[in-house]
Each structure stands twice: as structure tokens, then as C-alpha cells.
T-cell receptor, first 115, second 110 residues
Framework: EPEVTQTPSHQVTQMGQEVILRCVPI?????FYWYRQILGQKVEFLVS????????KSEIFDDQFSVERPDGSNFTLKIRSTKLEDSAMYFC?????????????FGPGTRLTVL | GQSLEQPSEVTAVEGAIVQINCTYQ??????LSWYQQHDGGAPTFLSY????GLEETGRFSSFLSRSDSYGYLLLQELQMKDSASYFC???????????FGAGTRLFVKA
């Protein structure tokens, strides 16, 4: 069964450093998403991406964040100058299309720890 | 702004039926999804309602009333493995933005 994969599973970084979180969406999916979840809290939408551009982004997704689809398979989230409060689980998701069954398939997540 | 309300916790016994309600306030409503998340795991899609009415998928059903800005997830024949957090999530117009509720923690007892 196809699945979304994410690397690394756990990333530890120093405050102020840049990190890149990587995702490989399901191959025939066209819509990609990043979410984050602080431990014990709800899942928070960051950004959606379609046709090589951002479709929607939340208030959280400020200039510190960027996304890229550098090739036909990878989808990355870059966080510049990380802050302590960026520590969270980051989930990538993909879907065939929004609004049909709207089933989004989530990857296993990358746990980011900022020290 | 957008907000979703769902109970923080529900407890039920194995074999029982439980209903998790969700009310929402949003601009540009497109549909309501439900996700399950076990501790340490990723959210897993359960169901989606764009139109009023009941959608049934095995032991799980989901209901939507757009006029009442209300939906619920119904879990039947509860099993211990159903112990998890359940999130309702609103899709905005176009479906490109998904806002999750705070989640309902379901405890299933023997």
C-alpha cells in the first residue's frame, strides 16, 4: 500500500539554526500539506501546495518558513533560524484532490527538538 | 476566524456505541473530516462529509448538518483498539486549508 514517508524521524537542532524536513508524498497525489503538532495539542495547518505553488498558508507560516518541491518526488519544509517554540512534530500529508473524499494521507512525522 | 468545539474526553465500554460531537464556526465551509490519532502516531483519515446526512464506513459513521454547523462521529461495537484521539477538521472553500479541532480523547474500558 502506498504511503507518505518523512525523514528524518527525529531532528535535534540548536536555536537559530536552519532545518529542512523532507517528505515523499504518494506518487500520484497532486496536493501536499504540512502540519505541526506540539506535544499534547491539536494538529495545526501550516501550508498547502499544488501545481508548484502555495495554495493556502496559515498565520503560523511566516517568513521563517518555506516549502519547495525540488524534484518530482520530494516535498520539503525549511525552517530558518529556529526558535524554541518551533519544537513540535511536523507532519506531511498528501491527497489526490481536495474536496472529493478529501482523504489526506499523513506521513509518520518528524519530531523537531530545538535546544 | 474559524473555531471548532468538541468534547475533550469520552469514556465508554467495549461493545458500546459512542458519539463525538463537533460544532464549528468558519468562513467558507467546504466539508467536515474526521481523523483518528493513536498516541505517538500520525492522524488517520476516517470520513468526510460535504453534504448533509450520514456517511457510513463499517463501524464508523459521520453526520453533518450544514445549517446547524454541526457534525458527529459515531463509533459502534467499540473495541479496545478504538482508544485514541479523534479530531474533527473543517475544510475551507476550495478545500486547501484544513483546520483541526482540539481533539476528543476516547477511552474504551473492558
Amino acid at each position: 500500500e502506498p504511503e507518505v514517508t518523512q525523514t528524518p524521524s527525529h531532528q535535534v537542532t540548536q536555536m537559530g539554526q536552519e532545518v529542512i524536513l523532507r517528505c515523499v508524498p504518494i506518487s500520484n497525489h497532486l496536493y501536499f500539506y504540512w502540519y505541526r503538532q506540539i506535544l499534547g495539542q491539536k494538529v495545526e495547518f501550516l501550508v498547502s501546495f499544488y501545481n508548484n505553488e502555495i495554495s493556502e498558508k496559515s498565520e503560523i507560516f511566516d517568513d521563517q518558513f518555506s516549502v519547495e518541491r525540488p524534484d518530482g518526488s520530494n516535498f520539503t519544509l525549511k525552517i530558518r533560524s529556529t526558535k524554541l517554540e518551533d519544537s513540535a512534530m511536523y507532519f506531511c500529508a498528501s491527497s489526490e484532490a481536495p474536496g472529493s473524499s478529501n482523504e489526506q494521507f499523513f506521513g509518520p512525522g518528524t519530531r523537531l527538538t530545538v535546544l | 476566524g474559524q473555531s471548532l468545539e468538541q468534547p475533550s474526553e469520552v469514556t465508554a465500554v467495549e461493545g458500546a456505541i459512542v458519539q463525538i460531537n463537533c460544532t464549528y464556526q468558519t468562513s467558507g465551509f467546504y466539508g467536515l473530516s474526521w481523523y483518528q490519532q493513536h498516541d505517538g502516531g500520525a492522524p488517520t483519515f476516517l470520513s468526510y462529509n460535504a453534504l448533509d446526512g450520514l456517511e457510513e464506513t463499517g463501524r464508523f459513521s459521520s453526520f453533518l448538518s450544514r445549517s446547524d454547523s454541526y457534525g458527529y462521529l459515531l463509533l459502534q461495537e467499540l473495541q479496545m483498539k478504538d482508544s485514541a484521539s479523534y479530531f474533527c477538521a473543517v475544510l475551507n472553500t476550495g478545500g486547501f486549508k484544513t483546520i483541526f479541532g482540539a481533539g476528543t480523547r476516547l477511552f474504551v474500558k473492558a
